[in-house]
């Protein structure tokens, strides 16, 4: 008997991992500072954070991890679900984060291990379901955002090569990484872009998004631009 297309692997593990800190004002969203203060854009950030947990939380994978630098774990302990595991991010810099994050938990046992990042709240499940299938038959995959970098990236073994000699925080991030793979003889599945809200202009772009997509997607962000008087209205 054939097995569906998307279906799941006998005792297939997969695990989500969202890279995430906790929302201090001064720490988070800095870049929205102004037209936000910085109570304001960690509020917004504690929003982006609930929504893309919750988020992974629906998907119905094996484990959700929130990726988080060392002394935010308390404060997102008490501001998650306990069905979230809190990994404290080791290493130097987002590379060996990434590395120590993928290499831990293909090493715990899971088949599919995706990572998404946290300040893109509206992105919808069918990609990053997407990017785990594709790791059937492919050994990475990735989703491209506009800036240039990435939001996501799935493997199903700990090819930790394509986060080396990456210039971070640069539009070079997602052409350098697929310049990796294929260094490293990689076959890599690209699923559709998406967008980071990081800079103040991205704030409209939220705005515009959530205006045509159904009041229950990113329903903490919404608040929380309710509470700006930044609603998807715009009142």
Known sequence: ???????????M?????????????????TR???PLSPEEAADLYRGFLLDCVSLGLDLGWERVSVVHPAGSGQLLAELLPPRVTLVEQ??????????SAFEGHLADGFDRVVLIGSDNPTVPLDPIRAACKALDDHDLSIGPTV????????MRAAHLGVFE?????TPRVYAQTLARARKLGLRVYAVPGWYDVDEPHDLDHLRCDLLSLPHDVAPNT???LDRLSLT???H
């Open 1 to 11: 008997m054939r097995r569906q297309a998307g279906a799941t692997l006998p005792g």
């Open 13 to 29: 593990r997969r695990a989500l991992l969202i890279v995430g800190k906790a929302p201090v004002p001064g720490q988070t969203k």
């Open 32 to 34: 929205l500072v102004p």
């Open 90 to 99: 080791s290493g130097h810099g987002l590379g060996d984060a990434l590395s």
């Open 147 to 154: 800036d240039g970098g990435y939001y996501l990236i799935g």
């Open 165 to 169: 000699n990456i210039d971070w925080s």
């Open 222 to 224: 919404r608040a929380a």
């Open 232 to 234: 998807a209205a715009g």
